[in-house]
């Protein structure tokens, strides 16, 4: 009976009728003027839950610019941690041309229509990121979907293609746009922080079906959704405001001429206003803004979606839920204890259900990111459970230790796998991100969920060869040329040590990266030589070593092959043209021409830098040799 009840909640709470729609396009504007100006992220903040945003990249750029992917996943990590667990949200992006140096960015809003029992006979267009909460939350009901729902983005996101960003995670010291500050607004607006609807400035009302608006653009109008003519005097009042769930009222940008895709989609410009600015209209060049917002709660609950974070259904009672902050990291030097004293717990292991229900790969997809403490099988956990999340959104069990009287659970850090951290997904400040679990058994009376944050070795970073820079040596000093190395994953990492090895040097020569947030280095390298390099990420935990990157030679080598007659014999040196005069490259088939008859008179192999010519006639030949990488080289000679 349980085990149906369970099926029952999970799956037939709730009925989508499933039918995919259009997309929305929204271009973004900048200010055409440098503001210096950072307004960071509040260094205590609340983390919510465990959701994950999955960007699918278009384009080589970003494997060119690792800098690139490094801004854009810090804005990711920024934006998860304000929302409630969900299905991953999953965001394309790429880089184009847009028309206007001060377009910054094209967001393209995917939606979908579904139909919820009991509580509504109507189809509602929702965003697709609302859709992928409620599947999480409510079930798969009667919305007939395969996996191919859950593998299209959710939202794409454009960015100019032409050099006006900046894509350092610190402030902004050039003439550009912050990166990250754009991506946040874009992300913004994927979430569905987008009124929809259009203003007809001539006969002034707003152009909409009810049926056809979104949560957000009925609660934006209120009461003024009955009549399109209030809806554009309202839309122009200059006062219009977003009030839900008791947060608010925040100002919204309601110009006296509407403006669609800005009236209603932005707050209404106030630069004392810090917990708004984020989404304030036209960002200017220079200004870094990584504060989301105190909105962005009421925004949820207008869209949907909402902050209880619920651990699933089933059993009896309220599950008691808890999200954290970042002042409540855990350390990664120290046992973490969690207790629960106002419970009456009665079993110290966790226990392995029997299969709750028989999923097929949609359900599966569903049912593996449950705020439920899982096995490898998808089966709940009872007792307690501690757990990481991964990069794809589901939970690795950590091995821990329940007090004897079940009140508490404990686990070492330590005992996480350092081989897999690379798997697992990271707050802004490089924590992982975790949870404990308890579930009381045989009846589900008691159940618990809270995330919490584990201060944690650094990241592995992720390095590639960018470009070649711009010449500025003398031409002296023309053997070197300057290259710029993008790397990413810097989030909880302090300092990192680059170890860079030259073709032919027996040991590295090793240097600090003077700005690790910058997401790049530059470094110096013979042109004629491959260049090795390896970083080591530190921070007060310990380090974590990348792979090795190798940077082919940028120019060929040039190389002269001199010979010398001793008698019978022909000596070769095959010089390198510019800097080493000795190469250890091997000489092994030649070739000896008769310039006279132009023809070959002998050919054989090279031995010992030494060819004998005891048989050839006295005169001038040719000679080609060719060296074990199959490259050839000519000169001549006088028997």
Known sequence: MRKLLLLFLFLGCVGFSYAQEDGTEVISLGRDFFRKESIPKPIVREVVGGTIIQVIYEGNEWEQNLDRKNAFEHACRIFEEQLPT???????????????????????????????????????????????????????????VGMSFFDKPDGE?????????????????????????????????????????????????????????FPFDLVVLGNQVLDPFKAYSYATSNKATLSVGGFGPYDLYSPTIFEYGRSLCFFKPDETDNETRLMQPDLPRGTSIRNIGGWFKGFLKAIDWVHYTAVGGGGGGEPTVTSTSTDKAKRYDEVCTFSNPQKSLNYNVALRNEEVVDKDD????????????????GDILYGWVVSVLRKDGTWEIIPSTSSW??????????????????????????????????????????????????????????????????????????????????????????????????????????????????????????????????????????????????????????????????????????????????????LIDYKVLDL????????????????????????????????????????????
């Not at 949609?362 to 099988?377: E, F, G, R």
Request: glycine share 6%; proline share 3%.
């Open 405 to 586: 009287n079940e009140s508490e659970v404990s686990f070492m850090p330590s005992s996480i796998d350092v081989n897999k951290a690379d798997q697992y997904a990271r707050s802004s400040d490089g924590y992982l991100r975790c949870r404990v679990n308890y579930t009381s058994y045989p009846v589900e009376v008691n159940r618990l969920a809270r995330y919490f944050l584990l201060d944690y070795l650094p990241q592995k970073p992720e390095m590639a060869f960018s470009k070649v820079m711009p010449q500025t040596r003398t031409v002296a000093d023309d053997y070197y040329a300057d290259v710029k190395i993008g790397f990413k994953n810097v989030e909880g990492t302090e300092k990192i040590l680059v170890e860079q090895l030259e073709e032919g040097s027996p040991v590295p020569f090793t240097y600090y990266v003077e700005d690790v947030r910058d997401g790049y280095f530059i470094a110096s390298v013979d042109k004629e030589y491959s260049t090795t390099f390896k970083l080591r990420a530190m921070n007060k935990y310990g380090e974590t070593v990348s792979e090795q990157l190798t940077v082919a030679p940028l120019v060929p080598a040039t190389y002269t092959l001199n010979s010398q007659v001793n008698g019978d014999l022909l000596s070769l040196k095959l010089e390198k043209g510019r800097k080493r005069s000795l190469d250890d490259r091997a």
């Open 86 to 144: 969900a299905l991953p949200i999953k965001v394309k992006v790429k880089f184009g041309k847009l028309r206007g140096s001060n377009v910054i960015a094209k967001t393209a809003l995917y939606t979908d229509s579904c139909q919820i029992y009991p509580w509504s006979s109507s189809f509602y267009r929702v965003w697709r990121s609302t859709i992928k909460w409620k599947f999480k939350d409510l079930g798969l009901g009667n919305a007939k």
């Open 362 to 377: 949609v359900n599966k997809y569903i049912w593996q990111h449950s705020s439920y403490a899982l096995d490898d099988d």
């Open 157 to 213: 996101i454009t960015f100019n293609s032409d050099d006006i960003y900046s894509f350092s995670l610190n402030d902004v010291q050039e003439d550009k746009y912050d990166f990250v500050t754009v991506a946040l607004r874009e992300l913004c607006k994927i979430m569905g922080f987008y009124f929809s609807a259009r203003g007809d400035n001539a006969t002034k009302v707003i152009e909409f079906d009810r049926n056809s608006l």
């Open 596 to 639: 006279n008859r132009s023809m070959i008179v002998r050919e054989g192999k090279v031995d010992n830098n030494i060819i004998d010519i005891s048989s050839l006639e006295k005169g001038m030949y040719g000679l080609q040799v060719s060296d074990t990488e199959g490259r050839s080289y000519d000169t001549k000679f006088v028997r």
